[in-house]
């Protein structure tokens, strides 16, 4: 027997209010123990950050804290002038104390995949400027293995006349499958904050991705991978039960 309609929405809805919790509870946790006064923070891009940016402006606003912000897109440079905190840049601030992000996935070893938004090249410059990276994510994000969860392959950030010839170069070599991201409307490709295009790599099998992350960026016309290898130092996972798994 199949489920009635208002049923299945009505648990989608459930789904869909549970991530959002589990966003906020990641999110809410990182600021709360890795931030600390006068730091220097550097603000990740997606719906998960958007929590993150509450609870910091909350604590700016209740401590008295000095807490000066990077952002990684126009995004989150949004959400931090809309928050009223102080904005910066790398030229004033090349280094950062904490960055905070979110994933698309994380694996056991803490390999992310990342770019979900197409923000990814500037969350990767932002993330190597910090001597903290803290990822935060609802539990659908939490995997052994890439391409467990997360289903749309891996971001590649590319100057549009090269689209054609890196797609090509990197399904011959790797295999799989590689897309141009469209925009929703359909009425051309998606554009970064960078002016570039984005291609979607969907891998067939397991990779070591190290290597992989280098021999993808030695491709001229590529910008920037969405495979972080190495790069966080923490994950904060929101669960299902309320608890926060850190990893
Ligand atoms: C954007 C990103 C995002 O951090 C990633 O897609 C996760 O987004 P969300 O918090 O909405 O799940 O990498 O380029």
């Not at 931030?35 to 891009?45: C, R």
């Not at 000095?66 to 280094?95: K, M, Y």
């Not at 996935?105 to 932002?126: H, N, R, Y």
């Not at 021999?215 to 994950?235: D, S, W």
Request: net charge neutral.
């Amino acid at each position: 027997r199949s489920c009635p309609t208002h049923v299945l929405r009505l648990s989608q809805s459930a789904a869909v209010n549970m991530a959002e919790e589990s966003k906020k509870l990641a999110a809410y946790f990182a600021v709360d123990n890795s931030v600390q006064n006068n730091q220097v923070v550097g603000v990740g891009s997606g719906s998960t950050i958007v929590y993150a940016v509450d609870r910091l402006a909350e604590r700016v606003r209740q401590e008295q804290l000095n807490i000066v912000c990077v952002p990684t897109s126009f995004q989150a440079r949004q959400l931090i002038l809309q928050h009223g905190l102080t904005l910066s840049d790398l030229e004033r601030h090349p280094e950062l104390d904490v960055a905070i992000d979110g994933a698309d996935e994380v694996d056991a070893e803490l390999t992310l995949i990342k770019g979900g938004g197409g923000c990814l090249t500037q969350e990767k410059i932002v993330a190597s400027c910090s001597k903290y990276f803290v990822v935060i994510a609802d539990y659908r994000k939490d995997s052994k293995a890439l391409g467990q969860q997360w289903k749309k392959g891996v971001p590649i950030e590319v100057i549009p006349m090269a689209y054609v010839p890196v797609s090509r170069m990197i399904a011959k070599r790797f295999g799989g499958e590689v897309n141009l991201r469209m925009a929703i409307s359909k009425a051309g490709p998606v554009v970064t904050d960078n002016g570039n295009f984005i291609l979607d790599w969907k891998f067939e099998h397991a990779q070591n991705w190290k290597e992989v992350n280098t021999a993808i960026k030695m491709i001229p016309g590529v910008v920037e991978t969405g495979l972080f290898v190495n790069m966080a130092e923490q994950a904060y996972f929101g669960m299902e039960d309320g608890s926060v798994k850190v990893r």
